[in-house]
């Protein structure tokens, strides 16, 4: 398994954008299907998912990011980005990027036991938004 590396993260006001961006440069891709995702957590939390994107590019959105957050995939660049638009102060909090096999389901089914079913993670980037 290889690393995934965040970066992007910056404090914001309420109504701007950010894109986050996971390098996997560790990962061989061209012979499995693989399923990417972000998730974000706040400090005294549990880890919710924001976006996953499956190697045969299906995607799943949770709803509080649905019209506003675009994941996308560049495999050229073993990159996965996370483009986030009229960004609100709910938005805050610390974004990891995360990586397993192939991942039908809806973001929202990885919750807490479920969350293991990625393999790899980042170290995570720190998201603020500001009113």
């Known amino acids: 398994q290889g690393e995934l590396v965040e970066s992007g993260g910056a404090s914001v006001q309420s109504g701007g954008s950010l894109r986050l961006s996971c390098l996997f440069p560790?990962?061989?891709?061209?012979?499995?299907?693989?399923?990417m995702a972000w998730f974000r957590q706040t400090p005294g939390n549990a880890r919710e998912g924001v976006a996953r994107i499956d190697s045969d590019l299906s995607l799943s959105y949770a709803d509080a990011v649905k019209g506003r957050f675009t994941i996308s995939l560049d495999n050229a660049k073993k990159t996965l980005y996370l483009d986030m638009n009229d960004l609100d102060t709910e938005d805050t909090a610390t974004y990891y990027c995360?990586?397993?096999?192939?991942?039908?389901?809806?973001?929202?089914?990885?919750?807490?036991?479920?969350?293991?079913?990625?393999?790899?993670w980042g170290q995570g980037t720190q998201v603020t938004v500001s009113s």
């Open positions: 995360a990586r397993g096999g192939v991942c039908p389901a809806p973001i929202s089914y990885y919750t807490g036991q479920r969350l293991h079913f990625f393999q790899s």
């Open positions: 560790g990962f061989r891709d061209n012979t499995s299907r693989y399923c």
